[in-house]
């Protein structure tokens, strides 16, 4: 019977998400295999977790696609990513967590790829006049992460209701990054002083 990989790496996500200390041993378990087996197909915990990385980017870009960024106004694209990562939440919460994924040379560029993506759509946001323009693109980028990253711990822990999930993320980052006459306002003060 040939291992199903996909299948193996979804549960694995599923356990470290829940789990990020999570052995190899019991992550072989969830997936219903002998750690032997797994360790045949990931040669230890940082291959597993860079196999975890690629189908997080894959998943996250999979989502960026479905929620088309360049139509309509900002805030709506912000509104219909966060509702197609979501299913993904758990996983890049976890992968989030994962230093050596983003430190030295061996940073996989997919993370460049859908920052420059979110960027990008944060930009429009402000260049339309929707999105304030104290915050930089990159800013608002790291707190979206952030956002989804809270929001999966806190639906994994019970403390958030599933259903909620894109609602809060959606609201507590709109919430602040909408430009208002006062953000106007108070920057012309700034600029002034």
């Not at 696609?65 to 996983?91: F, N």
Request: proline residues 2%; aromatic residues 6%; negative net charge.
């Amino acid at each position: 019977m040939a291992l199903d990989r996909d299948q193996v790496l979804r549960s694995a996500a599923a356990l470290l998400t829940r789990k990020s200390t999570a052995t190899m041993d019991e992550v072989a378990k969830a997936a219903g295999i002998s750690r032997a087996t797994l360790h045949r197909h990931f040669a230890g915990r940082d291959a597993l977790v860079r196999a975890l990385e690629a189908l997080g980017i894959e998943e996250c870009e999979a989502a960026l696609d479905a929620a088309r960024l360049d139509e309509g106004p900002g805030s709506e694209a912000v509104r219909r990513l966060v509702r197609a990562i979501e299913p993904s939440a758990g996983l890049l919460a976890f992968l989030y967590t994962e230093n050596q994924l983003f430190e030295g040379e061996e940073q996989n560029q997919g993370w460049a790829r859908i920052d420059e993506r979110l960027t990008a759509l944060f930009r429009r946001g402000q260049e339309s006049g929707e999105f304030r323009i104290d915050l930089t693109p990159a800013w608002l980028t790291e707190a979206l992460y952030g956002l989804l990253a809270s929001g999966a711990w806190a639906v994994a822990e019970g403390r958030v209701a599933t259903k909620d999930f894109t609602y809060m993320i959606v609201e507590l980052l709109l919430g602040g990054v909408r430009r208002t006459n006062a953000d106007v306002r108070t920057r012309k003060k700034r600029e002034e002083s």
